[in-house]
């Protein structure tokens, strides 16, 4: 197996330690240039095929949520020792894969965008509650609707996940006045965390039945795929608001255009989608839905955070050190 030290040279006879391919950009990376070379191209995602016949002789990959790192695309880098992911999900990246090939997966798994996504999600809910881009559009086009909005205050926000997005997400929803509630599995009642943020635990059906307004903040895996269904949206509150900051893949997009449709969602914001990039859809024509592209944790301070703290983890790999926070159980086998 190859060593950490270990470093081939590409055709013009200098080494690839780390390869940005996709839009990663942050003070924390470009501080790691004078003890290792860096190569960036943000579109390379796009081409696999490229992308596998670039990784020879590279020991470092940097993603976000767009190349699939798959197995195939990690046996292609016979130097590759750390796979990056500039974001919380891996549904993107094969660890099992990276585990077996002594690969180690690093990821902004600390909660350095929690912040932006949540405020993300209430925006969102707010400009749904009080139809702010409907009303622009409105005036926009010579029109004065006054009909009265949504009030948040005082209703019930539901968190579908509690990890550290949805507990972010929580916080600020509790900050205007709303009375919080949760489900995940992986969290118990009496956790003090939840004390801490002021929000109760209920089971899921209880939840959705409960929630004026619903959020998702769930990683994707089998059990969480197309959670939100027919099935679920019908045991939604009539009129409920639906926010999906997670993984578009978490919830039936026909399902929620049908459910806003025959008037049983009061309107839904979705910041990820199934396929991405994507247009509207189906949702084309319904204005009580606010699609945005996938944006929740881009915001300035937050995408600094997660550089960081990746930049951090590369260092260490690089240097022949353990991940402080590896994905997988190998945080130093190569």
Same mark, same amino acid.
């Given at each position: ?63 976000? $949520? ?10 292609? #880098?016979?130097?590759? /020792?750390? /796979? ?10 094969? /660890? ?12 902004? /798994?600390?909660?350095? $965008? ?75 009642? #009496? ?13 899921? $059906? ?24 027919? #099935? ?11 926010? $999906? ?90």
């Amino acid at each position: 197996m190859t060593s950490m030290s270990g470093r081939r040279r590409d055709a013009a006879g200098t080494r690839t330690d780390i390869l940005v391919a996709e839009d990663v950009r942050g003070p924390a990376l470009d501080a790691l240039a004078p003890r290792f070379r860096i190569e960036r191209d943000e579109d390379l995602w796009m081409d696999p095929g490229a992308l596998r016949r670039r990784l020879q002789g590279v020991r470092a990959l940097v993603v976000r $949520n767009r190349t699939q790192v798959d197995r195939l695309l990690l046996e292609s #880098g016979p130097d590759l /020792v750390v /796979v990056a992911r500039a974001g919380a999900g891996l549904d993107n990246v094969d /660890v099992a894969a990276a585990d077996e090939l002594g690969i180690v997966v690093v990821a902004a /798994v600390g909660g350095e $965008n929690a912040r932006s996504v949540a405020e993300l999600a209430l925006g969102l809910a707010i400009a749904l509650a009080r139809r702010i881009v409907d009303l622009d559009r409105d005036v926009r086009h010579g029109g004065w609707d006054r009909s009265p909005g949504l009030e948040l205050a005082g209703r019930a926000w539901g968190l579908v996940g509690l990890g550290r997005t949805g507990l972010a997400t929580g916080e600020l929803a509790r900050g205007i006045g709303m009375d919080v509630v949760g489900y995940d599995p992986f969290v118990r009642a #009496g956790d003090p965390r939840l004390d801490a943020a002021g929000i109760r635990r209920l089971g899921l $059906n209880e939840l959705r039945r409960a929630a004026d307004v619903l959020s998702i903040h769930v990683a994707l895996d089998t059990s969480t795929r197309n959670l939100v269904d027919e #099935g679920f949206i019908t045991g939604m509150r009539k009129g409920a608001l639906l926010i $999906n900051v997670s993984r578009g893949e978490t919830l039936d997009e026909e399902a929620v255009a049908a459910a806003i449709r025959r008037g049983h969602l009061g309107g839904a914001a979705l910041d990820v989608r199934t396929t991405e990039p994507s247009g509207v859809g189906v949702f084309a024509g319904l204005d009580r839905v606010i699609l945005t592209p996938h944006v929740g944790g881009l915001t300035e301070a937050a995408q600094e955070r997660v550089t960081s703290a990746l930049a951090e983890e590369l260092d260490r790999v690089l240097r022949g050190l353990p991940a402080r926070a590896p994905a997988g159980r190998t945080a130093n086998a190569r």
